[in-house]
């Protein structure tokens, strides 16, 4: 099977890592890519986002299955484009990726499935936002209605910051607050069917201890040894499946990754948000532990056959996974610095450097080129251990032996004791 994936940042590191590790999988080619993708695929400057050129490569390759990386892509309609063009693709249609590109949506189809979220309203002016605030009371949780990259959201306390934040969006959500650890459980999904992936835990702010801004992410680990056993099979049941069915009935049918970001609340599991497509860095843990052919699930995912392929298996053991950003982020983004180290860790078989927004540029004096960060969140070092506490061990070795000016990087990510979460620490840090 040829495969392409679209994206350039760690997610598609990893899934395409993952790929060329699938005896099923023949060739791997990616666009546009990044620099450490590049060892393990073929890389096309193509434009992410350019649907109609999406479609010609994968024509011109040959490609049997296309696995479409970032929400920006699928919100756009490029899977639309490459299905269109009669090849099988991993990933929603743009009327099925609503259920990530808008939050109105999404919680449209929550409460018409009957899905456990949150309380919510949709406000279009500063009264109707001022109201629905004091109508839950604080915390507050207010986001934007679009795509933001994981960086529309604002929880706080305070009343004048969360109006702040709300004046600043066209339409805005406004929430109750769900008090509780965070998971982030992936399901495959192939319009009727879907298959859960081992749960994962994602931290989501700058700073350690859950302070700071939201970014995209610093941060993950799986499998999750607090969370109750039967997770996956009880938020399928309760989630996943009677989401499908809606977009079934909508007559958009979700193929690809359904996100489901859960809160694990006192009254049960109670969704936070869906997302279109894998989480990063929450997927690169669970990609690193997956035993399965990866290739073979998203195909079938892809071909409305994923009742014919045996649910996913994962390794025993944990993997951990640590992110390094750039000068800057979350609200700017360093590029140019020189990244030092990473050539060591490509030698050692449980780590494994997971390149973001990195970039290769030559240099006229030693005729080589040089490693540089190219934007917020430069790599992450993915490690995998005989438990949490041997793998969080290996990535933060890993981390130590790599560097750049400004690197900035989260140093309780996994650590004791593991039920003290973000979701947890954030009401604490309130
Ligand atoms: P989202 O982009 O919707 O995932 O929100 C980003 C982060 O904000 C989540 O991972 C949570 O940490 C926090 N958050 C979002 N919605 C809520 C909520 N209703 N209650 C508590 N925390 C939330
Ligand atoms: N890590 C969170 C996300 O991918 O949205």
């Not at 890519?33 to 010609?56: R, S």
Request: aromatic residues 4%; charged residues 20%; hydrophobic residues 45%.
């Amino acid at each position: 099977m040829k495969t392409l994936v679209i994206g350039t940042g760690g997610r598609e590191h990893a899934l395409a890592l993952a790929l060329s590790l699938d005896p099923g999988v023949s060739e791997v080619h990616a666009a546009p890519g990044n620099p450490g993708i590049a060892a393990v695929a073929t890389l096309h400057d193509v434009d992410p986002m350019d649907g109609a050129a999406v479609a010609a490569l994968s024509v011109e390759l040959g490609i049997d299955l296309v696995v479409v990386g970032p929400e920006a892509p699928l919100v756009a309609g490029v899977a639309d484009s490459v299905r269109a063009a009669g090849i099988a693709v991993y990933g929603p249609s743009a009327a099925a990726a609503q259920l990530e590109g808008s939050k109105a949506f999404s919680k449209d189809v929550m409460a018409a499935a009957g899905v456990p979220t949150a309380g919510s309203h949709v406000c279009t002016t500063p009264e109707e936002a001022a109201a629905a605030l004091d109508g839950f009371g604080a915390p507050y949780v207010v986001k934007d209605d679009a795509l933001a990259a994981g960086k529309g959201v604002v929880v706080t306390t305070d009343r004048d910051e969360a109006l702040a934040h709300a004046a600043t969006c066209d339409r805005v959500v406004i929430e109750e607050f769900l008090d509780g650890p965070e998971v982030s459980l992936f399901a495959v999904c192939d319009g009727r069917t879907a298959r859960a992936l081992q749960p994962a835990q994602d931290f989501k702010r700058i700073f350690d201890g859950g302070r700071g801004a939201n970014t995209g992410g610093m941060g993950s680990y799986s499998p999750l040894p607090w969370a109750p056993p039967g997770l996956a099979d009880d938020v399928l049941a309760s989630v996943v499946q009677p989401t499908l069915d809606e977009m079934n009935r909508r007559g958009t049918p979700f193929v690809g990754t359904l996100y489901v970001g859960l809160a694990l609340t006192a009254t049960g599991p109670r969704v936070i948000e869906f997302n279109c497509r894998f989480g990063d860095p929450d997927i690169q843990p669970v990609l690193a532990l997956l035993e399965s052919p990866l290739g073979v699930l998203l195909h079938a995912a892809a071909t409305g056959r994923l009742d014919s392929v045996a649910p996913p298996t994962f390794a025993d053991g944990a993997s951990v996974t640590v992110v390094m950003a750039s000068a800057g982020y979350p609200e700017s983004s360093s590029k140019g610095d020189v990244i030092v180290g990473t050539e060591t860790l490509d030698k050692e078989t449980d780590v494994d450097v997971i390149h973001a927004g990195t970039a290769l540029v030559s240099t006229s004096s030693t005729g080589g080129d040089r490693l540089v960060t190219a934007g917020g969140r430069v790599l992450a070092v993915r490690a995998v251990g005989s438990d949490i506490a041997d793998a969080r061990a290996k990535a933060y070795e890993g981390i130590a032996s790599i560097s750049f000016p400004g690197a900035q990087w989260r140093r309780d990510i996994a650590a004791e004791p593991l039920g003290v979460v973000e979701g947890a620490s954030l009401k604490e840090n309130l």
